[in-house]
């Protein structure tokens, strides 16, 4: 008789949609069923509710207990949706089935990018080739704990990206997010000094745009 697989369960959270510094990671938490409850079991929160030294303490923990898998969407792969007529939601959809196809889970969570939570769990579904349940909703970081590892690993990963394009440059570049100052700041600044933008940075973003037009204005103004 042949033997019956184990149920897997899966949960897919992202970090960074927002930033317009830095990637985007999306990250896929699986784990056989019977042993959820060693996830479900330690409090976890969504990531940004937590401390960054909380969100290190629990990903240490995850490690521990769970199959995960990250995609890292870069800046210059952000920015080629423009190009190729695609929403960053499509991309997140084609990270999350891709995701989901890795491993492969009977039932899949999924924190959903989508105003329609329904329509975002329908179209990863139309990307697979094998059943699965899907169970697609906003804020699935706060409701259900297998996407808040998702979510606490996926913060966990960027930050420590975003540390590594500081050591880069050589300066804080701060979160990348565009309420961020420091972020600001240095973009401005390494605008100013060459003439562009760095290539951590999201080009196709609003904020980019607005900071090349305000240091054009700037140095107009600096010849009158």
Not at 172 to 177: A, E, N, T
Not at 196 to 217: E, F, H, M, N, Y
Request: proline letters at 4%; charged letters at 30%.
């Amino acid at each position: 008789m042949a033997k019956k697989r184990r149920s897997v369960v899966m949960g897919i959270d992202e970090a960074g949609r927002g930033p317009v510094l830095g990637p985007m990671v999306v990250c896929g938490v699986s784990v056989h069923e019977e042993n959820l409850y060693l996830i479900e079991s330690m409090g976890l929160k969504d990531s940004k509710k937590l401390s960054p030294k909380k969100r290190e303490e629990f990903a240490a923990l995850l490690e521990d207990v769970c199959r995960y898998e990250m995609a890292v969407l870069l800046p210059h792969e952000i920015d080629a949706r423009v190009e190729s007529e695609e929403t960053l939601n499509r991309l997140e959809v084609q990270c999350f089935a891709s995701l989901v196809r890795s491993a492969r889970p009977n039932i899949a969570y999924l924190d959903a990018c989508d105003v329609n939570a329904g329509r975002f769990g329908l179209d990863v579904r139309g990307l697979l080739d094998f059943e699965v349940e899907i169970i697609s909703a906003h804020e699935a970081d706060c409701k259900y704990p297998i996407v808040s590892a998702a979510s606490i690993l996926a913060k966990v990963r960027r930050d420590y990206l975003v540390e590594k394009i500081s050591e880069e440059m050589g300066e804080d570049v701060g979160s990348g997010y565009p309420a961020d100052v420091v972020t600001i700041e240095f973009l401005k600044s390494y605008y100013r000094k060459h003439k562009r933008l760095p290539g951590c940075c999201r080009k196709t973003w609003k904020t980019s745009a607005a900071i090349v037009a305000d240091c054009k204005q700037s140095r107009l103004f600096s010849f009158e």
